[in-house]
């Protein structure tokens, strides 16, 4: 089935489109006149805006240039995400075809985000699988449109990720409103300019809490007192937010509010001297979160909402799912910090006391907790959303850590970590929004946790994520998430601790998955060398160790070694795990693969129908690891010239990959890609050419020009021009494809041998025949030195250069 790029009709949308969640107003939202009138004049003039703090104005970017970019900086709490929110609303309320908010504070998240968009507008170039081609295709989308559009990017924290992402609107009809807390000139580039936030003025503030009283029909609490708490509270939003719940929630005056305020001030210097506020406005935050947590704690479920708070302050301030709060994890934590019960009646006995089980903390419960947190405005909670549940300001969460006993933070960390494994879905490539949300979660608790997640090795939450981004394909966040990993395993626990065995293992393939094949060798020879030494031949690891180890191998062309080691694994899981196990499937199947690049194709045959079998039996007809066996069949089907076969099958895998992983995922990509050599085969040439012709394409953009599998697509290519008679556009290509082997794989690589061959053919069809006959001698030299006489591959070069020698050869060649 050939892939296409179909932009569709705009009228089945249903606009206007909103993706993300555009957080809710506070009650009493003060407009902030002075920075609206800044941001609306930049866009007046034609500049892209940044958001910022105390920053010369002569640093903003020129006039003159096109706006679509502003971005507001300021410190925490300063109320710059509630200003994006209202011009976030204002502009559906305004017309706006398309409002996008994403937290910004991880480029994953962005990615998500903008894939989600893709999808809803129907972006062309959209694959449903791969998260940056769908992420890239709705930039362009952006880009091209007449719709009128926003896209907020709320908290940057990384200039250098979010630079290739930034939105662009060449025809003017849109703009990008981004927050951050940093004063980065790199932020300022392309044309961006920046607005500062600060707190709110004192008439703003003043009018803030007069406000947000009469708004739920308290007015009388904002008494004479109300300017000076504004400014006790340093006129910060966030702050002042805490302060206008508590004093609704306890029924207390501004006059009250500020004498506690003022009590607990004094108090914190204990926990938060002057001098440790890095923040500015720390204190007046801790501050309220304290006297909040103290009025909490006279309710029933207050104690509950303390300790969940501590959890909530290790995750992702952006949103935690809803799962996570229902986790046997988190309920046994709760149930283990609850206060131990006084008893209602008559004295018991200390050992009684002492004795009795903590009663368990139900769901519903934790539930209460969390609304007890959201009606003092230290979190918001909206159960009904499932991937951001909780959500807490950063500088919120920050003096809940700051706060939080030094004894009890490697517990809470713990629990955090154990929560989001529970909800951890194996495998999650088909979660992708649920997959990123768990891993911006992982991030930040790795971030606030240090060594605590350390204690007894690395924990499991630690090595998810990392897997999340091999099962994602996203190469180069896993490649660099793995070499952060085994550093933090070597500097932490040592080089020998099998985490960090395990790490350097997973580091390999995240390498072996990029085409660096050789960098996985070097690790993956070393890794086994260790488990080896350390654990013996036959334990579990050092089997796997040595079944990853026979994978780089052959796909380095080493066949003869993969297929030594793979015999032997093989032996030793069905000795050691009997013959349905999950890992001895695996290396039967592994086993096949260079059974078939040998050219011992029935031998690969009569083992991937057995795997096949059992893996449909046990596993189900739609498990990756059963599409995965139907595709290897079919390719071996189609080396014996079963082309039907291979074609039935192959046409099942590609609809089934591109349902379930979408149409640009590597998979797909390569059942697509051997579909096309069926077609071939099939001499359906032209269908094999448009299926070629996009793999292609989609493997230079995705995987980039000198990946193994986008070689192999041009070679591949390349075959189909000959049989088309294109023999000019085969030898463009050929040519292409053997330099780049030679150079990449060396001279002896089997692919390396193929393209020498495949190009000695188009030589041949382009009756340069001399030129044919050498390269071809030369060809056959090496597969008898490399492969054997009676390899598959050697006698169809000697039967070939036989009839050339002899002129008995056309130009109809087939490729060897």
């Known amino acids: 089935m050939d892939k296409q790029y179909v932009v569709q009709n705009e009228v089945s949308v249903g606009w206007p489109v909103v993706v993300g969640t555009v957080p809710v107003l506070a009650s009493a939202f003060q407009p902030r006149e002075v920075l609206r009138q800044a941001v609306d004049e930049a866009r007046g003039h034609g500049q892209s805006i940044v958001l910022a703090s105390d920053t010369p104005r002569g640093e903003r970017s020129r006039s003159g240039t096109r706006a679509s970019v502003q971005v507001m900086s300021g410190g925490g709490g300063v109320g710059k995400s509630q200003l994006a929110a209202a011009y976030a609303r204002e502009a559906l309320e305004d017309g706006a075809d398309l409002v996008v908010w994403t937290s910004a504070n991880d480029i994953q998240q962005v990615l998500t985000v903008y894939a989600q968009a893709a999808a809803l507008v129907q972006a062309p170039g959209l694959t449903g699988g791969d998260l940056e081609a769908d992420a890239r295709a709705f930039l362009s989308w952006l880009a091209a449109t007449d719709r009128r559009w926003l896209v907020v990017l709320d908290n940057i924290t990384d200039p250098d990720a979010i630079e290739p992402w930034w939105p662009d609107s060449q025809r003017g009809n849109g703009w990008t409103l981004a927050t951050t807390r940093l004063k980065d000139p790199r932020l300022t580039g392309g044309g961006r300019a920046r607005i500062d936030v600060d707190v709110y003025t004192p008439a703003e503030a003043t009018g803030y809490l007069t406000a947000r009283l009469a708004h739920d029909h308290k007015a009388h609490l904002a008494d004479h007192r109300a300017p000076a708490l504004a400014e006790a509270l340093g006129h910060l939003p966030l702050a002042m937010g805490h302060a206008a719940a508590y004093m609704l929630r306890e029924n207390t005056s501004c006059s009250t509010y500020l004498e506690r305020f003022t009590d607990r001030a004094t108090r914190l210097d204990e926990v938060l001297p002057h001098w440790a506020d890095t923040e500015r406005y720390g204190r007046q935050v801790t501050t309220t979160l304290l006297l909040a947590l103290d009025a909490t704690d006279q309710d029933p479920h207050g104690p509950l909402a303390r300790t969940a708070l501590r959890v909530a302050a290790y995750l992702d301030p952006a949103g935690q799912p809803a799962d996570l709060w229902t986790t046997n994890a988190f309920l046994t934590y709760l149930t283990h910090q609850q206060p131990a019960a006084v008893p209602a009646r008559r004295n018991l006995s200390l050992r009684r006391r002492r004795t009795s089980a903590a009663r368990t903390v139900t769901g519903d419960e934790a539930a209460a907790a969390l609304r007890l947190l959201d009606r003092y405005g230290l979190i918001t909670y909206a159960s009904t959303d499932h991937l951001r549940a909780v959500r807490i300001h950063a500088l919120t969460a920050r003096a809940v850590r700051e706060t939080t006993p030094q004894g009890q933070q490697p517990t809470t960390a713990v ?223 189609w080396q014996a010239e079963r082309t039907n076969d291979a074609i039935n099958l192959l046409e099942h895998v590609l609809a089934d990959r591109e349902r379930l992983l979408g149409n640009e995922h590597p998979n797909t990509l390569t059942a697509r890609a051997n579909l096309a050599a069926s077609y071939w085969q099939a001499e359906r040439t032209n269908d094999a050419i448009n299926l070629l012709e996009h793999v292609l394409a989609d493997r230079e953009r995705l995987l980039g020009d000198e990946h193994p599998d986008t070689l192999s697509a041009r070679a591949n290519l390349a075959i189909s021009y000959q049989q088309a008679e294109r023999t000019n556009d085969a030898i463009n290509l050929l040519e292409h494809v053997l330099a780049d082997r030679e150079r990449i794989l060396g001279n002896e690589h089997p692919n390396t041998l193929t393209a020498r061959a495949n190009l000695a053919i188009s030589y041949r069809q382009a009756e340069r025949t001399n030129d044919a006959i050498n390269l071809l001698e030369h060809v056959l030299a090496e597969y008898e030195r490399l492969l054997g006489s009676e390899h598959p591959d050697t006698r169809s070069a000697r039967d070939a250069l036989s009839r050339w020698r002899s002129a008995g050869g056309g130009s109809g060649e087939p490729p060897l």
């Open 415 to 637: 629990t955090a970590a154990d929560a989001l494994v529970e909800i951890w879905p194996d495998p999650d490539h088909t979660q992708r929004e649920l997959a990123s949300t768990l891993r911006t979660n992982t991030d930040s608790l790795t971030t606030h946790a240090g060594e605590s997640l350390w204690a007894s090795g690395a924990h499991l939450v630690l090595f998810c994520a990392g897997t999340s981004f091999l099962n994602a394909h996203l190469h180069s966040a896993s490649s660099t998430y793995w070499e952060h990993m085994v550093a933090d395993c070597e500097r932490l626990l040592g080089n020998e601790h099998l985490d960090t065995l395990t790490a350097r293992s997973n580091l390999a393939a995240s390498y072996w998955q990029a085409g660096r094949t050789n960098d996985a060798i070097d690790i993956e020879e070393h890794v086994l060398a260790e488990y080896e030494r350390l654990l013996g031949d036959e334990h579990p690891d050092t089997l796997s160790a040595r079944a990853d180890l026979a994978a780089s191998y052959r796909q380095a062309g080493r066949t003869n070694d993969a297929i030594d080691i793979e015999e032997h694994v093989l032996a030793e899981y069905e000795r050691l795990l009997g013959d349905e196990h999950p890992d001895t499937l695996s290396a039967r199947a592994n086993l096949a693969a260079s059974y078939w690049q040998a050219g011992r194709t029935n031998d690969a045959i009569n083992i991937e129908e057995h795997v096949l079998a059992e893996y449909e039996r046990l596993l189900g007809d739609e498990h990756p690891d059963t599409l995965s066996a139907r595709a290897d069949l079919a390719a071996s089907y």
